[in-house]
């Protein structure tokens, strides 16, 4: 594909989907018009109006070359998933001729009983269904050999149980938006009909070249090395973050973007990221359901243009030990369809009282449900990163920077007063403008930072659909706007006014909400100490967060909102754990193999060499003058390899018996997961330990695979 200019790509923006401009182009105008009123108010969609609309969709998809269509849906699978239909059928007199009803556009039938469902379906109950969802618009995915029509939807069961990762998210936006309009009512701004949340999603990768990656087993399996030691330079000369974009990437970028705007994905920002070889693509922020589909398609795309440039794309969170790993950057606001955005400071935020309240709020929400945002990003890549000195910690904390602190604490104190005038940082150098300073920092160690007008959840995992984080996210807001919003109206039936009972509530809540708000080093030793003593959670691996979602509370908000029922509550519940399960098993079960058909022959048959070597050289040695010492030195040489052999099959086979010992554990899949996390995961670290000290010691030209220096590094 062409480098195009600018212009250029402004013209091919979105012109594989079924956008507004196509379909008010396309459809009748009362259609179009109602479709967007449905759209914005949430109603059903009529019956007539949708075979209208798949009328004009399968026109402009053939005139595109389509020759099938597909609903396009977000399974429990951490992936996306179709079924293709051609565009054909026979009329009365046999003849084959295309066709698209409005009932094949809005419902489709799956298999329902062959994706997770955490046993709401069983394996006789088959029956499913995936809705069209017209706030992401249909788009056209072009293979090598033909086109298709993908329309983006909802996958419920038979019983209308939600099966997938999107319905509990537009759920959840309702939520937010019926709780933020009543807030916002209250406060007086009586023209507010909806608030929508909007994300921007960075998502961080890395490439590696193909031919390198299809010699290692435990990337194609696993997606992250199960073995291998770090070359003596990695990224501690902190060269490549920002650095200039190797002339391969960067092509591979530009096909990439080129790629994404065909698909109306808003891709701005493109850079190097910290570790070698690790990159990271930014977008525009847009409405979260629409992102949370341009994510996945990210994610996709990604994986696609990766194959055709001869490289391979690692999305896991840790894909190489000992350097950073990869997150999933989740830009968070809300903003009204009358007012903005609601996060925005504006000159002087002391004096915006909506932005107060939904500031104080979202900090209220996070303190609560602190628990339930750590299972939400919980996923077995996630264990090795979160902490590790690259991302945040597992403890959720909010970062608001010296400003907002100080405004809060002003506020608790009953000591308003204007901290909030515009800051500049002068550079004193001429040609160099002088620059504003924005209301906060930056705290790279904060999961949860305010950045300006939103904030950052920086602690997502990089393979994980963001349906999941935002859909918990909307709903812990949804909640605690409400509760404020309650208590603002029983200190005005006590006698107050709007302003004063505002205030009385944000004193209390910026009081009880103080634990959560954290400014420093979220990598010290020192704030794990102290968030223990603030009562604050630190669920350090996918087992222990995921009890959150036992919590009694936390399933009746869930509830309350409509967001999940018990039912679907449990089993998100099973299916997290399960999967979980099912990748260390993997994970173990692959190193084993490496270890055994791999790693050792290689180390067996370089002790050969040395042993041999070192015969000949007692042999030698007879006519020589060798000293003791050289003798000695190379003895010990041999017994170290040796005795790491022997360590190495000995730990091998006691991983080999844990393995064994999974499926015959107590305690259902919860003593699946906590065994995986508690005793198969230490096993395969004592594996590595001794494999990887091997390696240090072994003839390059023997060890079987693309070692890290030619991964990161040799090409």
Not at 87 to 106: M, R, T, V, W, Y
Not at 366 to 378: D, Q, S
Not at 569 to 593: F, G, H, P, Q, W
Request: proline share 5%; charged share 25%.
């Amino acid at each position: 594909m062409a480098n195009n200019t600018l212009s250029e790509n402004a013209a091919m923006f979105g012109k594989h989907t079924f956008n507004n401009a196509v379909m008010k182009e396309r459809l009748p105008k009362e259609v179009y018009d109602s479709l967007m009123k449905t759209l914005k108010e949430g109603h059903d969609l009529d019956d007539s109006l949708a075979e209208t609309v798949a009328n004009a969709m399968k026109e402009w998809a053939i005139e595109n070359g389509a020759t099938h269509y597909c609903h396009w849906f977000q399974p429990m699978t951490g992936a996306t998933a179709e079924k293709h239909d051609a565009f054909i059928a026979f009329d009365k007199e046999g003849n084959l001729i295309e066709k698209f009803s409005g009932s094949q556009l809005s419902q489709g039938e799956p298999d329902a009983s062959s994706f997770p469902s955490g046993g709401m379906r069983s394996t006789f109950e088959a029956r499913g269904y995936t809705a069209w969802d017209p706030s992401t618009p249909a788009f056209l995915m072009k293979g090598s050999e033909g086109t298709t029509l993908c329309i983006p939807s909802v996958f419920i069961s038979y019983h209308g149980e939600a099966l997938d990762e999107k319905t509990p998210l537009l759920r959840s936006a309702r939520a937010l938006s019926k709780s933020a309009v009543a807030m916002l009512r209250l406060l007086g701004n009586t023209k507010v009909t909806r608030v929508t949340t909007y994300l921007g999603a960075e998502q961080e990768y890395f490439l590696i070249d193909r031919n390198l990656y299809e010699q290692r087993p435990d990337l194609i399996m696993t997606g992250r090395t199960l073995l291998g030691t770090l070359p003596p330079r990695n990224q501690q000369l902190e060269d490549h973050y920002f650095g200039s974009i190797p002339d391969r990437v960067l092509e591979f970028m530009q096909e990439l973007e080129q790629e994404l705007y065909l698909l109306g994905v808003p891709a701005k920002t493109r850079h190097n990221e910290v570790a070698p070889h690790q990159f990271e693509i930014a977008p525009i922020h847009e409405e979260t359901p629409l992102a949370a589909d341009h994510n996945l398609l990210v994610m996709e795309m990604l994986r696609r243009v990766a194959e055709r440039k001869g490289l391979a794309l690692l999305i896991h969170e840790k894909p190489f030990a000992g350097i950073n790993g990869n997150g999933k950057h989740n830009n968070w606001s809300m903003g009204a369809d009358v007012g903005g955005n609601l996060l925005d400071p504006g000159e002087t935020p002391e004096s915006n009282l909506s932005f107060l309240v939904f500031l104080v709020a979202t900090l209220k929400g996070v303190h609560k449900r602190a628990a339930v945002l750590r299972a939400a990003i919980a996923n077995p890549g996630n264990d090795h990163r979160l902490g590790a000195n690259e991302a945040p910690p597992a403890i959720i904390s909010v970062f608001l920077g010296y400003q907002l602190n100080a405004i809060l604490d002003a506020i608790e104190s009953g000591d308003i007063k204007k901290v909030s005038e515009k800051q500049f940082i002068d550079l004193d150098i001429s040609h160099i403008p002088t620059l504003n300073k924005d209301n906060t920092d930056r705290n790279r160690t904060s999961p949860f930072a305010f950045t300006g007008n939103k904030f950052e959840f920086r602690a997502v995992p990089s393979s994980m659909p963001i349906a999941i984080p935002n859909m918990a996210l909307n709903t812990i807001m949804a909640e605690a706007i409400d509760e404020m919003r309650e208590a603002i109206e029983s200190e005005m039936k006590s006698g107050k006014d709007l302003q004063a009972a505002v205030f009385a509530v944000l004193r209390k809540e910026i009081k009880a909400t103080k634990p959560i708000r954290f400014e420093g080093d979220g990598y010290s030793e020192a704030w794990h100490k102290e968030a223990k003593k603030r009562g604050l959670p630190n669920n350090k691996n996918l087992p222990e967060a995921m009890k959150a979602w036992k919590d009694k509370s936390v399933r009746e908000a869930f509830v309350k909102y409509g967001v999940l029922t018990e039912e679907e509550i449990e089993s998100r519940y099973n299916v997290r754990l399960e999967r979980y399960v099912k990748a260390i098993d993997i994970e173990a079960k692959t190193l084993a193999m490496m270890i055994r058909t791999m790693v050792l022959p290689a180390a067996i048959r370089y002790q050969g060499e040395i042993a041999e070597s070192y015969s000949k050289l007692l042999q030698a040695s007879k006519g020589i003058k060798l000293s003791a010492s050289a003798k000695a030195k190379q003895a010990k040489q041999l017994e170290t390899f040796a005795n790491g052999i022997g360590e190495l099959i000995a730990k091998t086979e006691a991983l080999e018996k844990l393995i064994e010992g999974l499926h015959h554990t107590k305690g259902g899949v919860e003593g699946h997961a906590k065994y995986c996390a508690e005793t198969l995961m230490p096993a395969m670290t004592a594996v590595r330990e001794v494999a990887d000290e091997l390696e240090g010691h072994l003839d390059k030209s023997l060890y079987p695979m693309p070692n890290y220096l030619e991964l990161l590094f040799m090409h």
